[in-house]
Nanobody, 115 residues
Framework: QVQLVESGGGLVQPGGSLRLSCAAS????????MNWYRQAPGKAREFVAE???????YYADSAKGRFTISRNNVNRTTSLQMISLQAEDTALYYC?????????WGRGTQVTVSS
């Protein structure tokens, strides 16, 4: 079955960096778009970044210039490199894909930006 497992979250000071990873299994990873979403406390889940099967990338305005999404089809992973983190980036970050007419989500990895 499809599984997505995120890692790499943690506590970071404002202006710091983190790299999130998502390990995927159970589907033909290289053929599918992979997405990152996030959900801050008390807020709706929101789109962060997408990478399609050809490696084209798309970002939310809040992520442009600071976040970089990438994929490694050999390792079946997608990553989100984040720099210049601010308090408003604090959220639970989720990996997501759409496969066989169904959305799949990981359990998320917590990113907390605080001094």
């Amino acid at each position: 079955q499809v599984q997505l497992v995120e890692s790499g979250g943690g506590l970071v000071q404002p202006g710091g960096s983190l790299r999130l990873s998502c390990a995927a299994s159970g589907f033909a990873f290289s053929n599918y778009h992979m997405n990152w979403y996030r959900q801050a406390p008390g807020k709706a889940r929101e789109f962060v970044a997408e990478i399609d099967a050809d490696g084209n990338t798309y970002y939310a305005d809040s992520a442009k210039g600071r976040f970089t999404i990438s994929r490694n089809n050999v390792n079946r992973t997608t990553s989100l490199q984040m720099i210049s983190l601010q308090a408003e980036d604090t959220a639970l970050y989720y990996c997501q894909t759409f496969h066989a007419s169904k959305f799949y989500w990981g359990r998320g990895t917590q990113v907390t930006v605080s001094s």
